[in-house]
């Protein structure tokens, strides 16, 4: 998908960006997207004005996309709205605590002291549900009880083991402990606040809406839910989750083998040029961007049939974000 033409293209700009600059700190990077044909859209905001709004072979800013695993950011986010309200005391609170019928027979019994901690921060310890074991994974009969009778390949709370399964199993704790489905408490505590729309998304064979992938928003919808994260939670005087719980989020627990990126609660971390950003990350190159010390949030969505691994298309997202759109808000 990396063409000559677009290599080519990327040089010119690149040579072109010091005059760009002087006129549009913007230009470039608006450039550089119209040359990159997986993008569907991208939206930049700094300090809440709009710099960047750029349709790129999608439908529209206001259409719906599959935003995949950005989806485990709205669940991390619903957990800490959930603990603000008391729904859930802690984060150290375990599943047997929480929503103890969730676990089957079949678990290890180490699987009762899974904490939410553990789970947000995709440190259960459990085996994967991701990659090659997502098909047999979601053709199961319980998705919750296949995902924590899974072996635990590691210690609870230990390494970074990448699982739809576990976010999964805590969107259905979050409706365990709440009596409430996961639509709806992303409706109520998220969608309601922030004035956008929270589609209904896939199930699983018992009812539970799946945490972690799938869900549905248009690039206007996440922007806002940007905003508010990059505002320490609040949106128009509402603070939708506290503020400590963004400060928590942001501090990192793990980091990707892949990326090398930390991992906090729902939120990959990275740094460049001293400037400190949190991405949500979702498959194909579903992403919302967040850098609070320069007012910024970028939205990117992207062809979601494709895989945008961290050494192919995500690099190449990376780059808008790292070289281009971080070094234009310190220039604005």
């Known amino acids: 998908m990396f063409t000559r033409r677009h290599t080519l293209a990327m040089g010119?700009?690149?040579?072109?960006?010091?005059?760009?600059?002087?006129?549009?700190?913007?230009?470039?990077?608006?450039?550089?997207?119209a040359e990159i044909d997986r993008l569907r859209g991208v939206i930049v905001l700094q300090n809440?004005?709009?710099?960047?709004?750029?349709?790129?072979?999608?439908?529209?800013?206001?259409?719906?996309?599959?935003?995949?695993?950005?989806?485990?950011?709205?669940?991390?986010?619903?957990?800490?709205?959930?603990?603000?309200?008391?729904?859930?005391?802690?984060?150290?609170?375990?599943?047997?605590?929480?929503?103890?019928?969730?676990?089957?027979?079949?678990?290890?019994?180490?699987?009762?002291?899974i904490t939410m901690e553990d789970l947000v921060t995709l440190r259960a310890g459990?085996?994967?549900?991701?990659?090659?074991?997502?098909?047999?994974?979601?053709?199961?009969?319980?998705?919750?009880?296949?995902?924590?009778?899974r072996p635990m390949i590691a210690k609870p709370g230990g390494r970074m083991l990448y699982s739809t399964g576990s976010t999964h199993i805590l969107g259905a704790v979050l409706a365990e402990a709440s009596g409430q489905s996961l639509l709806t408490l992303a409706r109520r505590w998220l969608g309601d606040?922030?004035?956008?729309?929270?589609?209904?998304?896939?199930?699983?064979?018992?009812?539970?809406?799946?945490?972690?992938?799938?869900?549905?928003?248009?690039?206007?919808?996440?922007?806002?839910?940007?905003?508010?994260?990059?505002?320490?939670?609040?949106?128009?005087?509402?603070?939708?989750?506290?503020?400590?719980w963004i400060t928590e989020s942001f501090e990192p627990r793990t980091a990707s083998r892949w990326s090398g990126l930390g991992y906090g609660y729902g939120w990959f971390l990275g740094r460049?040029?001293?400037t400190e950003y949190a991405l949500a990350r979702g498959y194909g190159g579903q992403i919302i961007c967040v850098a609070?010390?320069?007012?910024?949030?970028?939205?990117?969505?992207?062809?979601?049939?494709?895989?945008a691994r961290s050494g192919g298309f995500f690099s190449v997202l990376m780059n808008l974000i790292e070289n281009e759109a971080i070094p234009a808000a310190k220039l604005s």
Do not use: C
């Open 292 to 307: 609070p010390s320069i007012g910024l949030t970028i939205v990117i969505v992207s062809d979601p049939t494709q895989p």
């Open 272 to 274: 460049t040029g001293g």
């Open 126 to 149: 459990l085996e994967r549900t991701s990659g090659g074991n997502y098909g047999e994974w979601i053709s199961s009969s319980n998705w919750v009880s296949n995902a924590l009778a």
């Open 12 to 33: 010119a700009a690149a040579l072109a960006a010091p005059a760009l600059a002087q006129a549009d700190p913007w230009a470039a990077l608006r450039q550089r997207i």
């Open 48 to 113: 809440g004005e709009e710099r960047v709004a750029e349709r790129a072979n999608g439908r529209g800013l206001n259409s719906r996309y599959n935003v995949k695993s950005v989806s485990k950011t709205f669940v991390a986010t619903l957990l800490g709205a959930a603990i603000d309200r008391g729904v859930i005391p802690s984060v150290n609170t375990t599943i047997a605590q929480a929503a103890p019928r969730l676990i089957p027979a079949a678990a290890d019994p180490r699987a009762r002291d």
């Open 193 to 244: 606040p922030l004035g956008i729309e929270i589609p209904a998304w896939t199930r699983d064979p018992q009812g539970y809406y799946l945490g972690g992938n799938e869900m549905a928003l248009t690039p206007r919808a996440m922007a806002r839910f940007g905003e508010m994260i990059r505002q320490t939670g609040a949106w128009n005087g509402t603070q939708v989750v506290s503020e400590a």
